[in-house]
């Protein structure tokens, strides 16, 4: 039960790989072949970065200022055509999302999205890539197995995998094909806005304090984010309220926004919608503050306080600089 | 200025979902409602082909039995009319396989300058048919709006990112995928709603579209579904009624963890 080769959709950020690029690449050692990436940017920069979590090869795409999906996948098509990967992982992320939806139609290859694990199984007619993904809510886990020509395409969600350096040496960089795509590629990036980051990123924290509708208004997501920043963490949301305007996108956890898996996940004025769930319920430890005793959040909630929190919250505050 | 909106009818997310035992794919055969999800498409549509003082709002939309109910709330919102794809041989159409049938209505909807749709379904999730419509139409895609603006011949977007957003524009014709909260869609007006019920919706099959079966439906998604299982459930643990002091609950519990 092995791959020869497995590639990963590799992204990097101010020069360094994502956490989620090393949480892939740590997966897809498991395969028993050979580890490549394939990477929008300068390969050089990450070289050893990616090789330290298993990589040996970078395919370096040299970005031009035009969204990377289009020319990207044309890139990666050729790739696929000389070297025949037996699967690509992806990150399940703008631009890997992009990629790999171009890349499906171009070369006529299905995609399996939104996995939380990969696993090959040898039932007699050669090795087969199977994608495990959470339905309903992540209430109910799927498999499904590819059963045509490779490469398979799996895109796989943030923190479905813990990164582990394997130590390897310093990937070897090649730059991968530029493709004419004609008009498909006329996308052009005119223009980078970077929201202000304070404190830690919410993928990251080991504390992520979260805000939803009962809050009550736009103006008493204060309170989390105080709470947050005393506790050295992330503020968070739920779609309710970044759909309402009161917080940007960027905040939001869940199916459709961040995932996280922090040490203590603390839920303020959240329901527990299944949207939201997805995103937070594989963190270490969950506190709930809701005033609805039968509110979904304290089904998963290791303490659960039901109170209002525009009282416990004000407290919890007082308290935690009263320990200075 | 023509827009295209792609909107799926989908079962009512309140009401629990439910896999069909025997093909492992969702039962889809009840009442279809609009994906919310697509309702941002279909309003900021409307806005765009009225800033632009002409052009119309067709609908997309691709399911079992002829439904259309999901359509009629988009179209007493206040779209044109629809091309609706229904076809018992594309049942367990994967996401390749719809982008393929999107890709021919588009054709057949003749002179179309946008592909709205969302960036993915409430209840499928899949989240790449933007990009492959796209890429079968040889168009540049505009992913992850989160405000669109239309020019001369052109297309404007603040496209999401980990970091903020992106400013990235195109010419014309291209694809878009809208985040919610790109705009906040109407309520359909009972004058609308009315109006909706005489609209035309052109009712095709895979083959008027050109396609071939093998490309579509459970051939031509190439994949099987091995197992459902039910996921390992999280253990609630205490819950206390807040008496003024569960503050101090929630402080013990995190000297407990050693955050603080």
């Known amino acids: 039960m092995a791959l020869s080769k497995v590639w990963v959709f590799a992204e990097a950020a101010e020069g360094k790989p994502t956490s989620l690029t090393l949480e892939l690449l740590t997966k897809a050692r498991e395969f028993g072949g050979a580890v490549e990436a394939f990477l929008p940017g300068d390969g050089a920069e990450v070289a050893a970065a990616l090789g330290e979590y298993g990589a040996t090869k970078i395919y370096a795409f040299a970005t031009d200022g035009t969204l990377v999906g289009a020319a990207g996948a044309a890139s990666l098509a050729q790739l696929v055509e000389a070297e025949s990967p037996d699967l690509i992982i992806f990150p399940m992320t703008y631009d890997g999302r992009d990629v790999m939806g171009r890349l499906s139609a171009r070369i006529d290859r299905p995609t399996v999205t939104d996995g939380i694990d990969i696993t090959v199984s040898d039932e007699g007619a050669g090795d087969t890539v199977n994608v495990i993904k959470g339905i309903f809510g992540g209430t109910k886990i799927v498999t499904t197995s590819f059963t045509g020509d490779k490469p398979a395409l799996a895109g796989i969600r943030p923190k479905s995998f813990t990164a582990e350096a394997s130590g390897g040496g310093a990937a070897e960089v090649v730059a991968a094909p530029s493709v004419d795509v004609g008009r498909a590629g006329n996308a052009k990036v005119t223009d980078r806005h970077v929201e202000e980051q304070i404190g830690p990123k919410l993928e990251d924290a080991a504390v992520v304090v979260s805000g939803g509708r009962g809050l009550g208004a736009a103006e008493n997501y204060a309170l989390v984010e105080d709470l947050a920043k005393l506790l050295k963490g992330a503020a968070g949301a739920s779609r309710a309220i970044v759909d309402a305007g009161w917080v940007p996108y960027s905040h939001q956890v869940g199916q459709t926004g961040k995932t996280v898996k922090p040490k203590v996940y603390i839920a303020c004025g959240i329901s527990g919608a299944t949207q939201h769930l997805v995103g937070m319920k594989n963190s270490d430890n969950i506190v709930a503050i809701n005033k609805d005793p039968d509110a979904p959040i304290f089904g998963i909630a290791d303490l659960g306080i039901v109170g209002d929190v525009h009282k416990v919250v004000p407290k919890l505050i007082e308290a935690l600089k009263a320990r200075g | ?260």
């Open chain 2, 1 to 260: 200025m023509n827009i295209l909106v792609c909107v799926k009818q989908i079962p009512d997310p309140a009401t629990p979902g439910e896999l069909d035992e025997s093909t492992k794919t969702l039962k889809r055969d009840g009442k279809l409602i609009l994906d919310e999800s697509d309702s941002y498409g279909v309003e900021m549509a409307l806005q765009l082909v009225e800033a632009a003082g002409g052009g119309e709002v067709t609908l997309f939309s691709m399911a079992p039995n002829d439904e259309t109910s999901g359509l009629r709330t988009a179209l007493a919102m206040g779209a044109e009319k629809a091309i609706l794809v229904s076809d018992e041989a594309l049942h367990g159409s994967d996401a390749l396989s719809t982008a393929k049938v999107i890709a021919k209505a588009v054709e057949r909807a003749g002179a179309v300058d946008l592909v709205m749709t969302a960036t993915e379904s409430t209840d499928g999730y899949t989240g790449t048919i933007p990009a492959q419509v796209a890429e079968l139409l040889g168009w540049p895609s505009l992913t992850f709006a989160k405000h669109i603006e239309v020019g001369d011949g052109s297309v404007t977007i603040q496209r999401q990112t980990e970091a903020g957003y992106d400013v990235v524009t195109s010419d014309l014709p291209a694809v878009v995928s809208v985040t919610a909260g790109v705009v906040e869609p109407r309520y359909p007006s009972f004058k609308g709603i009315m109006a909706a019920k005489n609209k035309p919706v052109d009712t095709v099959k895979a083959g008027d579209l050109g396609l071939d079966a093998a490309s579509v439906g459970w051939a031509g998604a190439r994949q099987d579904i091995t197992s459902i299982e039910p996921a390992p459930e999280r253990q609630a643990g205490e819950k206390i009624e807040d008496e003024g002091d569960a503050h101090e609950r929630v402080v013990a519990f995190l000297e407990q963890l050693k955050v603080i």
